[in-house]
């Protein structure tokens, strides 16, 4: 009996709570260690953006999906993340391990500056309001000396321990290691009272503070945890691009970010991870066919070219018809219809 039901709270509690998902997840950390043994070199510096879009997304889906505040501000925060981090170690000659944290903290300071505000703004108001706070950021890094402005600014390899990580091959292992870690982190944090309290706010405010939960409190929270994770995500950008600019984190890093969450699935940690591999996957994808078809059939790789931000949103609203709940939703279906088969109920 043991085997099919929950006798205990520890056990409804477990992250891993049968041997088949710690199955999967040794399956898991099997193939990220075979990965660079069978990508070359440009599928493995796609794989290091997935990771670093995967921590980013990780941070917006706390804000929006859990706790239902909507932000138009997480590319300016990916910003500040990755000019701090070069600022830090470019200018002051601070070693990685203390810049990367650096980073998240000030996003996170901003991030309260920001969240103070949506107190009293909600829905679009708080939209335009975070979106006013991305222009102001975007202003001061093209007008501010130390950023160099549309010039842009190199940053420094990552190193620690003496060890140099240059080739994609090290990004990967460093990345991957990174996201698991914040994907395992973040799960975690869902599963808390933290996490529980950001689900009551987002899905009746009212009725969470009448419960005890400190709307100001957890909203604040949510915001400096966003902003968080995506100023160590702008800070893993800087360091893996080795060159920044004002033009990277416009508001289409931010529409990118939530068509991740959306089309991953809102409120969901696995969602974070499906969302940030399709979407930074497509275009990449999309660039793949067209250098197959250039040859053979080059009207149409020319219109898959002209038309590749209407291919882009095509994906996306093929995904949300289908399943309104995202990839997640998709993979839930699948799941349930593997388990109850050949029953339809």
């Known amino acids: 009996m043991r085997r099919n039901f929950k006798v205990s709270y520890r056990e409804d509690a477990a992250l891993l709570q049968n041997n088949w998902q710690k199955s999967w997840l040794g399956i898991l950390i099997l193939m990220l260690l075979i990965c660079p043994l069978i990508l070359d070199r440009y ?6 953006e997935i990771c670093i879009a995967i921590v980013g997304a990780l941070g917006l889906n706390l804000l929006i999906g859990f706790t239902g505040q909507l932000s138009l501000a997480h590319g300016a925060f990916v910003a500040i993340g990755a000019y701090t981090s070069g ?12 810049a ?25 108001y708080l939209a335009l309001g975070t979106l006013a706070f991305g222009f102001v950021i975007d202003y001061i890094l093209h007008h501010w000396d130390l950023t160099q402005g549309d010039l842009g600014m190199a940053v420094k390899h990552i190193s620690f321990a003496g060890l140099k990580i240059k080739t994609q091959v090290h990004y990967f292992y460093f990345f991957a290691t990174f996201a698991f870690l914040a994907v395992l982190v973040t799960k975690n944090m869902t599963r808390s009272k933290i996490g529980r309290n950001f689900i009551a706010i987002r899905d009746r405010d009212i009725a969470a503070e009448a ?14 945890l966003s902003a968080f994770y995506a100023g160590v ?39 974070s991870v499906l969302g940030a591999i399709l979407i930074t996957g497509i275009p990449h994808l999309i660039v793949y066919f067209v250098d197959i078809l250039k040859d053979s ?27 309104p709940r995202g990839l997640v939703g998709i993979y839930q279906r699948v799941k349930l219809y593997w388990k109850t088969w050949p029953f339809r109920y």
């Open 233 to 271: 995500a702008g800070c893993l950008t800087a360091h893996f691009n080795r060159w920044i600019v004002p033009g990277s984190f416009d508001v289409s890093l931010t529409i990118s970010a939530i068509a991740m969450i959306i089309v991953g699935g809102l409120g969901t940690v696995l969602g």
């Open 87 to 98: 600022l830090l170690t470019g200018k002051l000659g601070l070693p990685f391990l203390i």
């Open 100 to 124: 990367l944290p650096m980073s998240g903290l000030v996003a996170a300071l901003l991030g309260l500056i920001i969240g103070i505000p949506s107190l009293r703004l909600r829905g679009l």
């Open 211 to 224: 419960m005890g939960i400190s709307i100001t409190r957890y909203k604040i929270m949510a915001f400096i």
């Open 297 to 323: 059939y080059p009207a149409l790789s020319g219109f898959i070219v002209d038309f590749k931000l209407g291919i882009f949103g095509l994906v996306i609203i093929a995904t949300l018809l289908i399943e």
């Open 43 to 48: 599928q493995l510096s796609i794989a290091n």
